[in-house]
């Protein structure tokens, strides 16, 4: 087909999919001239950009159901948003597919404090929830980076974390219960407000899939009282493998703290240039936080000082207020928008490897920094070996963002070379859909097409997301074996 | 890493087996150590041993992660962790001599933990299976972060092995606590609830609370220093290290007496601060609340509705009336997924078949 032609079926199909979603829902939820779908064009992962062909914006579980319906009959695929935030692509628009924005579905319906449950549409933002049951005792634990900004049916779909894993769980750990339309346009509860539910585990089962297998229209989180006292030690250490040693060391110790995080020196750097923080001047800081009543507080936090010390740690700093606890963190908070200044762009990674194991990929992660002429900065949840290496690149510099992305490719796979994953809370997306390849088998992921199936059996919920094709890997893996690396000649300079 | 003489990898003669049956459309009952057999539907099909595939194949006590093979003994695991101030977080019940690490993740049962820590499926991080086709695949992980592919291995957690041959499976592992102490209160049913849920509201570091024969038990796990001051501030008596020991576990095995006697043993599991329900029968709760046996010889209906009027569901756990479902029904759309999920794993029905539902 010419370009020309192509557009105008393009244009055909808008206006096709516009005039049926227009009989279904208000006249303002229904998005199609290029101007009004721009800001949709992309989600966190703004390198990947594509106006869809039309925007859904319905205000309640009917006109969820309606969008699926219109979209089945018409065989148009359906891209689910949240917020945007997500940082992998999840919500990157297809040319030929509506985007469902669930923004609009955005109100907090029930709280129930005696069994610590609250029922939220997915359009609430995640600290949006905590904010509500602060005046209750009350908060909702997983807090990923984004928790200003980010939703909650988005939280689920990606099966979000954040710095207080370790110790709370991630989103899965945190949700009784989820309502979901399917692609059929019926409603289903999955889980409830008991604490387990008949049949199979579809309530885990739908978390971090990702928009492939149904749409969340209602969730019911799980509250948990805050503890009386949270304090945060910063600790200095000559060297990143020294600082994951202590931290193993911690929680061989029997210690579970509520966060334990760790930065390198590129990225200390740039935190001390970005904020008045004054972090210390050293090859990689631990920052551990202990939570729980006054006394398990202050018990725990002796034990972790002489770890630590007994770890090698330099300087310490212990926050004896909530002011300088915030402090503390603020640097760490703070580590992506720093960074964000060292460089034009970076390209964050998001892979997570047993910890054991953190001296020799961050050897690797150096190596290839070197290899491809990219700078690479550090930033880890160092409780459970997530590591977040930030690929400092120029996209205006031809190439650069290619390079980048070879570049987080290659450590990703150094995670999978050590029985690690490709992606510990930032999701597949259309990201990291070849590194999917190295790390499952073609049984493996057949088997995940063939669940994806008994959802979704035409493929019209976020297609092409999240699990690679065969055709795709076998081609990726062909590459692999010509060239041992891609084929950009660009890189035989570096 | 190998942890015992009786340690083996049967994953090929498994595989042949499964290929053997496909090849056959022969069904196959998958069995550990057999001590849950009651659980569930009736059992059929040829029986698939597993309990020799077994030994510990990778433990890393600094990263709180556990691998075995399925017919581990839970014991042995157990013993392990425990040699590294280590535990299961969700307290298993064994239900019998033997029990296997597989059984225990394929009915997906935990104990008295499970509201403070969370349940068998909150620490799975990853599984090795056989599906249907008689092809193995690794599911997840061994790491406690990982959001690659749809979440197997968690969806084979209470499935009672009707999505696959489970080889091996990784768990997320716990410190365990430096010190536990239990607190009695009497109390009825109702003032047991509410106490429960109040507490529930505190930051307290509670780890179990059970009401039996008019006494609220309370269970409080952390740091000497922790645990002294939550003991001052909730009161009751105390008991003795044993006795507590004894009596939790004798809770999670159902060795209690109130488990001697004779009837239909009901399980409800319903919203933790649920009032009590008014069923005619003897009660005994468990996780906070959230957990309730009864004693009853009332029809299977009526105590059925009277669970999903609580928000929960019922299983008719022990000493089922014929005729009566094992698990509460699942809605028709529901269960029609239910069917197209096995299919996609399963799809000439070889495992288990019927266990879990009709059909599955």
């Known amino acids: ?494 | 890493m190998s942890t015992g003489p009786g340690d083996q990898d049967l994953t090929e003669s498994l595989v042949a087996t499964v290929d053997e049956a496909r090849a056959r459309s022969e069904a196959l009952e998958i069995r550990g150590a057999g001590t849950k057999g009651f659980y569930g539907e009736m059992r059929a099909g040829r029986p698939l041993a597993v309990a020799g595939h077994r030994g510990v194949i990778g433990y890393e006590p600094s990263e709180l992660v556990l691998t075995a093979r399925t017919g581990t003994p839970l014991d042995e695991i157990e013993t392990l962790l425990a040699g590294h101030g280590q535990m299961l977080p969700f307290e298993p019940p064994r239900f019998g001599p033997g029990a296997t690490l597989g059984g225990t993740v394929a009915c997906g049962l935990s104990g008295p933990r499970r509201p403070y820590a969370g349940a068998a499926r909150d620490f799975v991080l990853g599984v090795r299976l056989v599906n249907g086709r008689a092809e193995v695949g690794r599911y997840g992980g061994e790491v406690i972060k990982n959001v690659a592919g749809y979440d197997v291995s968690r969806l084979m957690v209470g499935a009672l092995g009707t999505l696959g041959v489970l080889l091996d499976v990784s768990l997320k592992v716990l410190p365990a606590p430096e010190r536990e102490a239990t607190r009695v209160v009497e109390f009825d049913a109702a003032g047991a609830v509410s106490l429960f849920a109040g507490l529930g509201r505190q930051p307290l570091p509670l780890s179990a609370a059970a009401w039996a024969d008019g006494r609220a038990y309370l269970r409080l796990s952390g740091s000497e220093a922790g645990v002294a001051a939550a003991i001052e501030e909730i009161g009751g008596d105390g008991l003795d290290a044993i006795e507590a020991d004894t009596f939790w576990e004798d809770l999670r095995e159902h060795r209690l007496p109130f488990f001697d006697a004779a009837g239909p043993l009901w399980r409800l599991c319903v919203p933790q601060a649920s009032a009590p329900i008014t069923l005619a029968g003897d009660w005994l709760l468990d996780w906070g609340g959230g957990q309730r046996w009864l004693r009853s010889g009332a029809p299977a209906d009526e105590i059925r509705a009277a669970a999903v009027a609580a928000g929960g569901h019922a299983t008719a756990f022990r000493e089922r009336n014929d005729g009566v479902a094992f698990f509460q029904p699942l809605q028709d759309g529901l269960l029609r997924l239910h069917r197209r999920v096995k299919t996609s794993l399963d799809p000439a029905g070889l495992f288990n078949p019927g266990r879990l539902y009709e059909g599955l």
């Open chain 1, 1 to 494: 087909m010419s370009i020309a032609t192509e557009s105008e079926a393009i244009e055909a199909a808008r206006r096709k999919i516009g005039e049926r979603l227009r009989r279904v829902l208000p006249a303002d939820g229904v998005l199609v001239h290029p101007e009004e779908l721009r800001p949709f064009e992309c989600d966190g992962l703004s390198a990947y950009r594509q106006l869809p062909l039309a925007v859904a914006m319905p205000t309640d579980v009917a006109g969820v159901q309606a969008v699926l319906n219109a979209c089945r009959d018409e065989r148009v695929p359906v891209v689910t948003r949240g917020a945007g935030t997500g940082l992998s692509g999840g919500a990157l628009p297809l040319a030929q597919g509506v985007l469902l924005n669930m923004s609009r579905m955005n109100r907090i319906l029930d709280i129930d404090p005696a069994n610590r449950l609250a029922r939220v549409q997915p359009g609430v933002r995640n600290l949006q929830i905590s904010e509500a049951v602060a005046p209750l005792g009350l908060y909702y634990a997983p807090d990923p980076s984004s928790q200003i900004a980010c939703s909650i049916g988005g939280n689920v779909a990606e099966n979000a974390g954040g710095v207080h894993c370790l110790k709370y769980g991630l989103t899965v750990h945190n949700v009784a219960a989820v309502d979901v339309v399917t692609i059929d346009g019926e409603k289903l509860t999955l889980g409830g407000e008991a604490l387990d539910a008949p049949g199979f585990d579809l309530l885990a089962f739908i978390h971090g899939s990702e928009g492939l297998l149904a749409v969340i229209v209602e969730i019911l989180v799980r509250l948990l009282p805050v503890p009386r006292r949270a304090q945060v030690l910063l600790a200095a250490f000559d060297d990143a493998e020294t600082a994951g040693d202590a931290v193993a060391g911690i929680i061989a110790e029997g210690i579970l703290p509520a966060g334990l995080e760790m930065m390198d020196r590129g990225c200390i750097e740039a935190v001390n240039d970005f904020l008045d923080v004054g972090y210390p001047d050293c090859g990689a800081v631990v920052l551990c936080e202990v939570d729980g009543t006054d006394e398990e507080v202050v018990s725990q936090m002796a034990r972790v000082r002489s770890l630590l010390r007994g770890a090698g740690a330099g300087e310490m700093r212990i926050s004896a207020s909530e002011e300088e606890r915030l402090r503390l963190w603020s640097g760490r908070k703070a580590a992506f928008p720093a960074v964000g200044r060292l460089a034009p762009d970076y390209y964050c990674m998001d892979g997570t490897i047993p910890r054991r194991h953190l001296g020799r990929v961050l050897g690797q992660v150096e190596d290839l920094s070197r290899q491809y002429g990219l700078a690479v900065v550090n930033v880890f949840h160092a409780g459970d070996g997530n590591i977040h290496p930030l690929v400092l690149y120029d996209a205006n510099r031809e190439g650069e963002l290619e390079t980048a992305e070879i570049l987080g490719g290659a450590i990703l796979e150094a995670c999978v070379a050590v029985g690690g994953t490709v992606t510990g809370e930032h999701g597949v997306g259309v990201e990291k859909l070849d590194q999917m390849c190295v790390q499952f088998s073609a049984v493996e992921l057949a088997q995940f097409h063939a669940l994806k199936a008994a959802f979704d059996p035409e493929g019209l919920l976020n297609p092409g997301k999240a699990v690679p094709t065969l055709a795709r890997c076998a081609e990726f893996g062909a590459m692999h074996v010509h060239g041992g690396r891609l084929p950009h000649p660009e890189l035989e300079r570096f």
